[in-house]
T-cell receptor, first 113, second 116 residues
């Protein structure tokens, strides 16, 4: 396993700008998750993909957020019109299926100024 | 909805001493329980997991955890900590929702400091 990778590792943007993050899961994993982690908190679930289908979204995912997973491989998370409250670590995880552990990537730390 | 409580925000122990990190969960059915560790600048690494069976589970790096249904607890233990164990520890409960989503609900974490 080469592990879950995320790009970029850090992103600083100005309020109102759009940002896009990429996650490359472990190759044979069909399930992909996005979580958000703010300072002093545990990760919170954002959205879930099984292959290319986005099957669940959290209420935390406002309409400024959109996620895709074309062809069931890598995934992107886009935030439009960023706000300071979007500053957080965005974590991606993948798993092989039911009752398999989720492997987490190193995260993308977003700072909105 | 499921929830996880980690009552200790920060714990300091001496190197070589024993460790116990507390975790209480709330979930209506049999939970899937996990402990993850996060070092600065690193992603989350799974230490151990409980799905069913033996309530005492062994993990990596010498950690173990005991599932106690009557107390809704899943405390993490290590008999002798090493300086490299300093990190943030998260307890999580996994629950299957519709579409097979096994999203994790995490506690707020316990930061572990090791003193010489």
């Amino acid at each position: 396993d080469t592990g879950v990778s995320q790009d970029p590792r850090h992103k600083i943007t100005k309020r109102g700008q759009n940002v896009t993050f990429r996650c490359d899961p472990i190759s044979e994993h069909n399930r992909l998750y996005w979580y958000r982690q703010t300072l002093g908190q545990g990760p919170e679930f954002l959205t879930y993909f099984q292959n290319e289908a986005q099957l669940e979204k959290s209420r935390l995912l406002s309409d400024r957020f959109s996620a895709e997973r074309p062809k069931g491989s890598f995934s992107t998370l886009e935030i439009q019109r960023t706000e300071q409250g979007d500053s957080a670590m965005y974590l991606c995880a993948s798993s092989r299926g039911t009752l398999y552990e989720q492997y987490f990537g190193p995260g993308t730390r977003l700072t909105v100024t | 909805a499921q929830s996880v409580t980690q009552p200790d925000i920060h714990i300091t122990v001496s190197e070589g001493a024993s460790l116990e990190l507390r975790c209480n969960y709330s979930y209506g059915a049999t939970p899937y329980l996990f402990w993850y560790v996060q070092s600065p600048g690193q992603g989350l690494q799974l230490l151990l997991k409980y799905f069913s069976g033996d309530t005492l589970v062994q993990g990596i790096k010498g950690f173990e955890a005991e599932f106690k249904r009557s107390q809704s607890s899943f405390n993490l233990r290590k008999p002798s900590v090493h300086w490299s164990d300093a990190a943030e520890y998260f307890c999580a409960v996994g629950a299957r929702s519709n579409f097979g989503n096994e999203k994790l609900t995490f506690g707020t974490g316990t930061r572990l400091t090791i003193i010489p």
